[in-house]
């Protein structure tokens, strides 16, 4: 065994399979090592998997060998004592199934396998033990979701050391199946809720551009998420993701009586009830935030701004934020003046135009377009790139405008004059019911997103696309 090795995690040939180097510190009575330190690996890229069970495996002699099983969790192994060679293979669906890796491990290595992945140990020295963390309790059922691979398999032509017809394996690992009767293991399911929405819409269209289909799209005859009884038996096993679609987006009508109720409803007490479930089963949720959740009196609104809404539509959401953040694995996605399907203010004002109208619109309430379009791409880029768990801004990039400003803008694009937009005061705005107070300054600030490698698209640019889609 090597002392003193510096921490490192690298990548191997199959994607998410990571080696461990782990600095391991002796003297004459033993040695101690910092088995799981996460804090510092997940800042060297290992993932941060939520273990929820540790398990031991002994091995009293020489050549024992276990394996190859894929199971429905990620795991993270590390040599308690002795050696072992382990063997890993891609049974993932995708470009790297049947991929083989191998390496030799000792107290200071350690192996993170993703979900899908076959492991098999052989070991190297008698009295071998090792240790291991998954993300998720074994129960019962589990067992039906596991995929095996023959350890033995000509095709694979894996180096065990001990050759396998002299070491100990068990008659069912000598029975499991080639590579090639095996079926790949399918990436686990994304829940939309919400389906009717503009969100679930965009993310329908984006998902089936990229041929996947491991997308389930609910309504609320489906799953009501202000029912807390049907959300908590749900069945979410086998699930990755949920994406909170689903929203009280009326924003007058939240100061209404039954408007207030309907807000709350949704808005926080839904959330909570996917909180709860995203909890219990390690599901990722992916939740849609508002810039009504700010009151607009500072220029920009970036992440880490204390919610201060002015009505109750911010202060449901703001609400439904406090509880998606309770999940661990959460990415909130605050965004501002969506357009997408269904009427918003966008085709009101191309309607307006192709009828002759001359409107008047605020112009003293700042922002940026945000297409439902652009929100699922930045969704599923966050996804995509595992980026950290936590609050995103997104919406379009570019010079921030005001009402008025896109009003203008969409004239222009339908060929009307601009200046058939005549601008006035949030003052001077009346409607009918009651108005909801907005914020001045709904500008976010896209820092962190950008980040991550996500290219928010100009809002002009947007906003002319959208008009020349049959969305509009």
Not at 93 to 105: N, Q
Not at 444 to 462: E, H, K, M, N, V
């Amino acid at each position: 065994m090597e002392f003193a090795k510096t921490l490192r995690v690298q990548s191997t040939a199959i994607p998410g399979l990571l080696m461990v180097d782990i600095p391991v510190h002796g003297d004459d009575r033993g040695w101690f090592k910092e088995n799981w330190q996460r804090e510092k690996m997940v800042a060297l890229g290992l993932p941060d998997f939520d273990p929820v069970q540790a398990n031991i495996t002994f091995n009293a002699r020489r050549g024992t060998t276990r394996g190859l099983h894929a199971e429905p969790w990620d795991k993270y192994i590390s040599i308690a004592a002795g050696k072992v060679m382990g063997a890993w293979v891609d049974l993932r669906a995708g470009d790297s199934f049947g991929t083989v890796v191998t390496s030799e491990l000792d107290p200071s290595c350690a192996v993170f396998v993703p979900r899908g992945v076959a492991n098999g140990f052989q070991a190297l020295e008698d009295e071998t033990s090792y240790v291991y963390l998954v993300n998720d309790h074994w129960r019962a059922h589990t067992g039906s979701g596991y995929t095996f691979v023959n350890a033995g398999d000509p095709g694979l032509a894996i180096p065990w050391p001990i050759p396998l017809e002299q070491a100990t394996l068990s008659d069912k690992d000598r029975g499991h199946p080639l590579l090639g009767a095996v079926a790949p293991v399918l990436p686990r399911r994304i829940v939309v809720v919400g389906a009717g929405g503009q969100l679930a819409g965009s993310l329908n269209r984006l998902l089936r551009s990229r041929g996947l289909t491991n997308v389930a799209f609910l309504t609320r005859d489906d799953l009501d998420i202000t029912d807390a009884a049907a959300v908590s038996s749900h069945p979410w096993e086998r699930l990755s993701t949920v994406v909170n679609a689903a929203a009280w987006t009326d924003v007058d009508d939240a100061e209404t009586p039954q408007g207030r109720l309907s807000a709350w409803q949704v808005n926080a007490h839904g959330v909570a009830n996917l909180a709860r479930a995203a909890i219990a089963n390690t599901l990722t949720l992916v939740h849609v935030s508002s810039d009504y959740v700010f009151d607009g009196s500072r220029a920009v609104h970036d992440e880490n701004e204390p919610a201060s809404p002015l009505g109750v539509y911010g202060q449901s959401k703001a609400a439904g934020d406090t509880a998606a953040s309770t999940v661990p694995r959460h990415y909130i996605l605050r965004t501002s003046w969506v357009v997408g399907d269904g009427p918003n203010f966008v085709r009101t004002m191309a309607q307006l135009a192709r009828q002759g109208v001359r409107p008047r619109v605020v112009d003293d309430q700042v922002g940026r377009l945000t297409t439902a379009d652009e929100l699922a791409r930045a969704a599923l880029h966050l996804l995509d790139a595992r980026a950290p768990f936590g609050v995103y801004n997104v919406s379009s990039s570019g010079e921030p405008m005001s009402w008025a400003d896109i009003a203008a803008e969409v004239f222009a694009e339908l060929g009307r004059d601009p200046g058939d937009v005549t601008r006035i005061s949030t003052a001077d705005y009346r409607t009918a019911g009651p108005t909801a107070p907005r914020p001045r300054s709904s500008v976010l600030d896209l820092q962190r997103i950008t980040a991550t490698g996500f290219a928010p698209r100009d809002q002009r640019s947007t906003l002319r696309d959208y008009l020349r889609s049959p969305q509009s």
